[in-house]
């Protein structure tokens, strides 16, 4: 039996997922503090946040919540950025710089504390992520990365020589690599599920299958109007549909660009083989410009990552390329069958960093997850919590920036695609 392709069923992106409860539509016209849109890690996690400090909250989802990016990733948990805390400084300033560093540095930290403090149903493990230098010149690279990191105290980070990167990994691709013991793994569809569950139980009130349309100014207060014409009234609104903003708010969907990110599983490995793979539960991806990403999920399946077509997804060959590289790195692995193949959208700024924008007082949109969302968007969801309650732009990590589109955004299918060629070019060249 060929393995199913998902880039559309939330029931199948993760076979090992539990079933989602089900949020029924908005029925008619209600009032809020607030109103989310987008039932991700970001909108959840400001969902939950909010609901607990009392504040009235409506979450509003097309779909199901993780019907997006957040249930169809990876489920890396990686702190950091795309810069480095060297970086990061020299770009803000020492004192703004230290602080974003702080925060990236603590990403991490937001989920799995949730996931203990609320003792969410999230099958999870934090054995920390190795990062491997795909190249010769690439282990200055990592060697630089963990300096900086230990600089700033992270304790137990370390640089692994070529022979330490092949035990750790299982595998002799890389050329070296750095350990950050931060790192770690969830289920990511669970996860989500739990957040808004969560914040259901807080007092929430969560609607699936609630599609918005439009978002407009209503006297001094705000209208969300869903397709089914019930709407909420509400004194603020937090947009966090990331990659799937798509026309709901078109100057900032034309902000990002979305590429796809696909994903295969095998079926379950030999406890032999999947023992001589990523050795102690880490989680790993690499330095390449088109990352690799991979681990072993709790089932003890290895999951492979990366780039691929810019289009959706048409048949199994748009996978061959992942699973040939599974099967490259790790070829223990034999003929494991591939059991599951998926894809979804991730978000990316110009600038590689998370945005945000507040076109209208009251009215603010959370955009550009990186590839980091999970870590990254718990994070941004809870700052993003203590903004629209405060209103103190202090809170944030990041400044709030006018928007400013993409020019020709229409053609991103085209240099998105030209992108992946140019940079996967470089990355064989560089090897």
């Known amino acids: 039996m060929s393995a199913p392709l998902f880039p559309l069923d939330p029931s199948l992106w993760h076979a090992t997922a539990r079933p989602a409860p089900v949020y029924a539509p908005l029925d008619g016209d209600a009032v809020a503090d607030v109103a989310i849109v987008g039932a991700g890690f970001a909108g959840s996690t400001a969902a939950l946040e909010l609901a607990t400090a009392g504040v009235r909250v409506i979450l509003l989802e097309a779909r199901e919540p993780g019907w997006g990016g957040s249930g169809r990733n990876g489920g890396q948990v990686i702190p950091g950025l795309k810069y480095d805390p060297d970086e990061m400084e020299a770009k803000y300033g020492a004192e703004a710089g230290r602080a974003l560093v702080a925060f990236a540095g603590s990403t991490a930290d937001a989920v799995f504390d949730r996931i203990a403090r609320l003792d969410l149903a999230v099958p999870h493990a934090r054995k920390g992520w190795i990062q491997g230098a795909h190249d010769a010149a690439s282990v200055a690279t990592v060697e630089r990365r963990c300096a900086q990191w230990q600089k700033r105290g992270v304790v137990g980070a370390r640089v692994l020589d070529r022979a330490a990167a092949a035990a750790e990994i299982g595998s002799d691709t890389y050329f070296g690599a750095w350990f950050d013991p931060r790192g770690g793994a969830v289920q990511p569809l669970d996860y989500v599920r739990e957040l808004a569950r969560a914040a259901a139980a807080a007092g929430a009130t969560v609607h699936g299958s609630t599609p918005v349309t439009d978002v407009v100014r209503q ?32 100057p900032a969907g034309r902000t990002v660009v979305t590429p796809n990110s696909y994903q295969v599983a095998t079926e379950p490995l030999p406890a032999d083989v999947a023992a001589t793979i990523l050795k102690g539960g880490r989680v790993s991806s690499d330095t390449r410009r088109l990352l690799a990403y991979f681990r072993l999920d709790h089932t003890g399946r290895l999951l492979m990552g990366g780039r691929g077509p810019s289009r959706q997804p048409t048949s199994a060959a748009d996978w061959a390329h992942l699973e040939r590289a599974a099967r490259r790195m790790f070829p223990q692995i034999g003929d494991a069958r591939i059991d599951y193949r998926w894809c979804g959208h991730v978000s990316v700024t110009t600038d ?29 969801g809870a700052a993003l919590s203590r903004y629209v309650t405060t209103g103190d732009a202090r809170v944030l990590p990041f400044p709030i920036l006018p928007m400013r589109p993409i020019p020709f955004h229409f053609l991103q299918e085209f240099y998105v695609a030209a992108a992946v060629q140019w940079y996967r070019l470089l990355d064989r060249v560089a090897a």
């Open 219 to 250: 006297g001094d207060a705000w209208r969300v109007v869903t397709a089914s014409g019930a709407s909420v009234r509400a004194d603020k609104v937090l947009i966090c549909t990331n990659a799937y903003t798509g026309s709901l708010l078109p």
């Open 352 to 380: 590689h960093l998370p945005h945000i924008h507040e076109p209208e007082p009251g009215l603010v949109v959370n955009i550009g997850c990186q590839g980091r969302g999970v870590g990254l968007e718990t994070a941004m």
